[in-house]
């Protein structure tokens, strides 16, 4: 066999064993989210924490965040690590995710020597708290979103510390699933221990080693040979999540990425300081979102192992929501991770137009339903995390109600057989979220709509969601998707269960109350009124957009029989493109900011043709920027469009180019 030939059979070999770990977790775990929503991830690390390999169907989510985590187990522990320790971990601060999920690294020695680690990362239900589930969008502190663990050995020399594991288990609600999941991942940690040491007697121990190092090495080489074709330059963007759940105020993100030869430079400098809600993450998290983004956009093909991601650089100050502090909550870590990977989606798509992509539904999408149950340790726990519309790209339009690219083999939502089986629940509907789509020559995937049921005589419910006020983004001009939205129905009325849309925290259900789900659908590419009418009538046909929103989005006239009335749509897209607002930019000296919110000083003439009041939001799009530039209105006595170098820079626009101005619209229009 040649040297390539045995390096194919190595990597293969590693990877077949993490593909035996998701196997042994599926079939052993005890909790719905990790054997049927797929909310876990496994790995294999080298014993200085890079990652040597992963399973195709593995969440990036929880994996590309594994390194920063055994990186810190290994400083911790140093010289102190033994054949027979466990360790434990799930801190946001040191390189977690959020509480929930929780790491179990297995040590795997060589000749005396620590050689790698099997690592499992598991969502577990629920890890203690002040509400059911953990997550929640009206904590203040992480204390109450559940027991923080910090690198841990719970395993000392094969000696399990029982003790401590009580303490842990016994501050958990369904004590009996927790200690399920923590025996499948112990399981199914010795057994992955068992493979990697029959592949040391198959290939021998120097040589799989010296492998292993030349994958990471030809992996680099590959990601630093895609970085070298960009442009070199800085691109910018910006975008924002909803709010911190206690107030209306939005929190900011800001990216400035750097192309230089063969490396990037993420700096997140300038975004929203850390707050006293969920929307915060740890340090680990953005370079997680932008080696998610890079290896998507540069080199989607070629496995997954530390080397892709050497050539990143991460500059994100300690102290603002994306690198939080302790005693900030992190419950929020998939929200704040899909900000990032939107700004470098965006980012991205001014450096290579032709991969652009709109926004996706911004985050979990946590709902969480619980109430007493007597058959299941005193109460059910429902954790739902409904999928929504990915975005368009410049070829295809976007999917319904799935997973993105940067979030695994996370299902889009659980069975209703199993639902019903294991809660007091029944799911009344399912189906797609009509109009829900952001509009474009392609546009995005519709999100879902579902309708649960409480069928017991109390519950409760708790939520953490994004983009429930500030929807997806489109590009290229193209239109952002409808916003999430959760609401409860009671007794044929609509009642929100929270001042602050998407922010949910023990909210009382009664009998007979529905949990209605609205999730967003994907950003638009492109301008809408370009979108083929024989597409646009499928759309229509399919029940994915009505005749109506097909005539005043997409300007594409529907006659009586189902077919494109060819002469009205030409007349009915005319007096649309009419009706759209243009203007030259210029060069604006003055602040624009105030506070995290971006203001857009509008021509006053201009505002009353688009009928916009002082404080709404807007964006201005233009067919070259990645994602359209998002502010609030603010009327003023002028009559030119000036924007900031930076907001300019946002836009990947210059002084002089003609820009759409319009209202971002919250639900489908």
Same mark, same amino acid.
């Given at each position: ?281 740890? =340090?680990?998290?953005? *370079? !997680? %979102? @932008?080696? /998610? ?112 690219? =940067?979030?695994?083999? *996370? !299902? %889009? @939502?659980? /069975? ?87 922010k949910v925290g023990d909210f009382g259900l009664q009998a007979g109350d529905v949990v209605r789900m609205e999730t967003s659908g994907g950003g638009g590419y492109g301008d809408p009124l370009a979108r083929a009418p024989d597409r646009v009538r499928d759309d229509v046909t399919l029940g994915y957009i009505s005749p109506d929103q097909a005539k005043n989005r997409y300007g594409v006239v529907i006659d009586p029989g189902g077919d494109v009335d060819a002469l009205e749509t030409e007349k ?98």
């Amino acid at each position: 066999m040649n040297e390539i030939g045995r390096l194919e059979l190595i990597r293969e070999s590693l990877v077949a064993v993490v593909n035996e770990m998701r196997a042994n977790v599926i079939h052993s775990s005890y909790s719905s989210i990790i054997y049927e929503g797929h909310d876990f991830s496994c790995a294999l690390v080298a014993g200085d924490g890079r990652l040597i390999a992963q399973g195709l169907d593995d969440n990036p989510i929880h994996n590309f965040a594994v390194p920063y985590s055994t990186a810190e187990v290994v400083r911790a522990f140093g010289d102190d690590i033994h054949e027979g320790d466990i360790f434990l971990h799930n801190d946001p601060y040191t390189g977690g995710t959020h509480l929930n999920d929780v790491l179990m690294l297995y040590p795997v020695f060589h000749d005396g020597r620590l050689a790698m680690f099997t690592a499992t990362r598991c969502h577990w239900g629920d890890v203690g708290g002040m509400t059911p589930g953990s997550l929640s969008g009206r904590v203040q502190e992480i204390y109450q979103e559940g027991l923080r663990v910090v690198p841990t050995r719970i395993c000392d020399r094969g000696r399990m510390n029982d003790a401590w594991l009580s303490l842990l288990f016994d501050n958990m609600r369904i004590t009996r699933e927790r200690r399920g999941d923590f025996n499948t991942m112990l399981g199914t940690s010795r057994k992955a221990a068992e493979h990697v040491g029959r592949l040391f007697a198959r290939f021998g121990g120097r040589a799989l080693l010296d492998a292993i190092e030349e994958l990471i090495e030809r992996a680099e080489n590959v990601m630093r040979g895609r970085i070298a074709e960009i442009p070199d330059g800085t691109y910018h963007a910006e975008g924002y999540l909803d709010s911190d759940g206690h107030g209306a105020a939005p929190l900011r993100g800001r990216l400035a990425l750097t192309v230089a030869g063969d490396r990037i430079v993420a700096d997140f400098t300038g975004s929203s300081p850390q707050t006293k809600g969920p929307t915060n993450v740890g =340090p680990a998290m953005a *370079f !997680n %979102a @932008v080696a /998610s983004i890079v290896k998507s956009f540069l080199d989607p093909d070629t496995p997954v192992n530390h080397g892709s991601f050497n050539p990143i650089e991460i500059v994100n100050p300690p102290g603002g929501f994306l690198n939080a502090t302790l005693p900030a909550p992190c419950g929020g870590m998939a929200e704040c991770r899909a900000l990032m990977c939107g700004l470098v989606v965006s980012a991205l798509g001014q450096a290579l137009p032709e991969r652009r992509v709109g926004d996706l539904k911004g985050g979990g999408n946590h709902v969480y339903v619980s109430g007493p149950h007597r058959d299941r340790d005193g109460i059910f726990l429902f954790y739902e995390y409904p999928a929504a519309g990915t975005g368009a790209t410049g070829r295809t339009d976007g999917n319904h109600a799935v997973r993105a690219f =940067p979030e695994g083999d *996370f !299902n %889009a @939502v659980q /069975s209703a057989e199993v639902v019903e089986a294991q809660s007091p629940l029944r799911i009344e509907s399912h189906g797609l979220r009509e109009g829900s789509c952001g509009d474009g020559e392609f546009r995005g995937g519709l999100g879902l709509r579902r309708d649960v049921r409480i069928l017991g005589d109390e519950a409760s419910l708790s939520v953490l969601a994004d983009k429930n006020i500030i929807p997806p983004f489109g590009v290229a001009g193209g239109v952002g998707g409808a916003a999430n939205r959760f609401t409860v129905i009671r007794n044929g009325e609509t009642v929100e269960p929270s001042p602050v849309p998407g922010k949910v925290g023990d909210f009382g259900l009664q009998a007979g109350d529905v949990v209605r789900m609205e999730t967003s659908g994907g950003g638009g590419y492109g301008d809408p009124l370009a979108r083929a009418p024989d597409r646009v009538r499928d759309d229509v046909t399919l029940g994915y957009i009505s005749p109506d929103q097909a005539k005043n989005r997409y300007g594409v006239v529907i006659d009586p029989g189902g077919d494109v009335d060819a002469l009205e749509t030409e007349k009915q897209r005319g007096r649309l493109r009419s009706s759209q607002e243009y203007a030259a930019v210029t060069v604006s000296n003055e602040p624009d900011l105030d506070g995290p919110r971006r203001r857009i000083r509008l021509p006053a003439a201009l505002a009353r043709r688009l009928d916009i009041d002082s404080g709404a939001l807007v964006e201005i799009a233009t067919p070259a920027c990645g994602a359209a530039l998002r502010g609030w209105a603010e009327i003023a006595d002028r009559t030119d469009l000036a924007l900031s170098t930076e907001a300019l820079a946002a836009l990947g626009a210059q002084a002089g180019d003609a820009v759409e101005i319009r209202a971002v619209h919250i639900g489908p229009r």
